[in-house]
């Protein structure tokens, strides 16, 4: 089903076979994390300029000595960066800032390293954050997840830092991408930062935490109310989740935005999706939209090596295109 708002004046996002297996952020996932940096230039070396770079972001949203030294210093955001090798960096090029998917997730090559191959072909540079609370830095990062807080911040200096460091990156056309809970933080980020981007794609995006957490498990609600994170259940503190949720800023929408979700997903559900969709019809957005029917795949229907997958993210890509304008 296509649809348009009219016009204007977890884990993938829960514990499932796509999380990340070491979710408590233990030296494992450190080991892996080292191993999945190579494979992202084995992978890419041959289409891109790929790095790793550290920048510094807010500080840590909780903090249980403020007086320590050094309590209030920036939290250190590590991130990567892609570039094609084609490109031609005498003249302005657009840039997409990516939102990797999971809670405790991670910018991980086996998801996502066929997407970025697809988006140096077409002459995107990209950065992507591996944002607080990602696995693959230890505890300590692992429990400075601030879910739908800053870590948006996280995702939003990741496109300051780009467009500082590389001069020929047009800040005019910079996108943004995400699936799952990074979709969620796409819509965040085009919500308080309307001027900063010039399109946005979010799929199937985590929507409504209140709504979300009613109908997940008790697992994936305890990532929320363990106490280094929100530290209270939606019962005890609705607003807090409230605040936490796109559905709850959808008046801020200024930013050209696509949104697919599919019948069947079994992390997000399309009822989710189908209420954000809603809200910001009912608001007078204009924004466009697709409703996939039981795509084979279910929440990484158009993240698969598939026909209709790739079919997908070619609607994508067009149109992102559309107020990028890649290789030109």
Do not use: C
Not at 19 to 39: H, M, R, T, W
Not at 58 to 83: Q, R
Not at 182 to 197: R, S, V
Not at 232 to 243: A, C, Q
């Amino acid at each position: 089903m296509f649809g348009q708002g009219p016009p204007a004046a977890t884990p993938q996002g829960s514990p499932g076979p796509q999380a990340n297996p070491f979710q408590q952020g233990n030296s494992s996932d450190q080991v892996l994390k080292a191993l999945d940096d190579l494979e992202w230039r084995l992978k890419l070396s041959d289409i891109a300029d790929v790095d790793k770079v550290a920048y510094a972001s807010l500080p840590p949203a909780h903090n249980p000595n403020p007086n320590a030294p050094g309590a209030g210093n920036p939290l250190i955001i590590h991130a990567y960066t892609f570039i094609p090798k084609k490109l031609d960096r005498s003249k302005k090029q657009p840039l997409l800032v990516l939102a990797h998917q999971g809670v405790h997730g991670n910018v991980n090559s086996t998801e996502l390293g066929h997407i970025m191959r697809e988006l140096m072909e077409q002459g995107y540079s990209v950065i992507a954050p591996d944002y607080r609370g990602s696995t693959g830095y230890g505890q300590g990062f692992y429990q400075q997840i601030d879910y739908g807080g800053r870590e948006v911040d996280d995702v939003f200096n990741a496109r300051q830092w780009m467009l500082e460091t590389y001069t020929f990156l047009d800040p005019k056309r910079v996108g943004m991408i995400g699936w799952s809970h990074g979709g969620l933080i796409t819509l965040m980020n085009i919500f308080q930062h309307p001027d900063a981007y010039a399109v946005a794609y979010a799929g199937v995006p985590v929507s409504d935490l209140v709504l979300r957490l009613g109908y997940e498990n008790e697992a994936y609600r305890a990532l929320y109310s363990a106490p280094y994170h929100i530290g209270k259940t939606v019962r005890e503190d609705m607003k807090e989740y409230e605040r936490r949720s796109p559905i709850t800023w959808v008046s801020k929408l200024q930013t050209p935005l696509l949104i697919h979700t599919n019948t069947n997903d079994e992390d997000v559900n399309v009822l989710e999706v189908e209420r954000l969709i809603t809200a910001l019809k009912a608001e007078g957005k204009q924004f466009q939209y697709k409703i996939y029917e039981n795509a084979p795949g279910g929440h990484m229907f158009n993240r698969l090596d598939t026909r209709l997958a790739r079919e997908s993210r070619q609607e994508i890509y067009q149109f992102l295109a559309k107020y990028l304008h890649p290789g030109t």
